[in-house]
């Protein structure tokens, strides 16, 4: 079975802190994504790799950015972590382009 | 115009009967679909993905695809208490390689 694991299920962060996501998957996927659900808004994409070191904004990137050092590992980082992203952070990857999507079991996050 | 539509409900339906979960998407060229189920407080599962016109049938479930009317929709027979969840329709856009857009989702309630 494929397994993306995420580093945390619940984090605390200061306003102005900088955060990090990690997203580890185990079965070689090329692609990998991370997206923030809210109540309301659904899943929105925020960055997206279809490839090491490679990667492309999403529908909400502002405030966020991200890192592929190595394929099965992608980090999503807040830079400067602000109140209005407080959210639940999911981490999913796919095989290919079109294939079927695997998600962690998310991060909830709260910034306070 | 949201690139992925749906109607956020609740959908309530008694046990037995069958749910119908709809979805609209703005981009013609659109050529994969999918419906995620998503249970309180966990992440989304894939439940069907549909290629090409017409109706695909996996047990209780049937995801049926018109591309001229751009709408998806899913069909639950003999619907389950452990049916009721949140039903996430995703497009996978043209012109994106690997971009999965979702919808906000249908809650489904099946009733007792």
């Known amino acids: 079975d494929v397994k993306v694991t995420q580093s945390s299920r619940y984090l605390v962060k200061r306003t102005g802190e900088k955060v990090f996501l990690e997203c580890v998957q185990d079965?070689?996927?090329?692609?990998m994504f991370w997206y923030r659900q809210d109540p309301g808004l659904g899943l929105r994409l925020i960055y997206f790799s279809y490839d090491v070191k490679m990667k492309e904004k999403g529908d909400i990137p502002e405030g966020y950015s991200v890192s592929r050092e190595k394929k099965e590992r992608f980090s999503l980082i807040l830079e400067s972590a602000s109140t209005n992203q407080t959210s639940m952070y999911l981490c999913?990857?796919?095989?290919?382009?079109?294939?079927?999507?695997?998600f962690g079991q998310g991060t909830r996050l709260t910034v306070v | 115009q949201k690139e992925v539509e749906q109607n956020s409900g609740p959908l309530s339906v008694p046990e037995g009967a069958i749910a119908s979960l709809n979805c609209t998407y703005s981009d013609r060229g659109s050529q994969s679909f999918f419906w995620y189920r998503q249970y309180s407080g966990k992440s989304p599962e894939l439940i069907m993905f549909i290629y090409s016109n017409g109706d695909k049938e996996d047990g209780r479930f049937t995801a049926q695809l018109n591309k001229a009317s751009q709408y998806v929709s899913l069909l639950i027979r003999d619907s389950q208490p452990s049916d009721s969840a949140t039903y996430l329709c995703a497009v996978l856009l043209t012109g994106t390689a690997s971009k999965l857009t979702f919808g906000t989702g249908t809650r489904l309630q099946v009733t007792l």
């Open positions: 079965m070689d996927h090329e692609n």
């Open positions: 999913a990857s796919t095989l290919v382009s079109g294939a079927e999507a695997f």
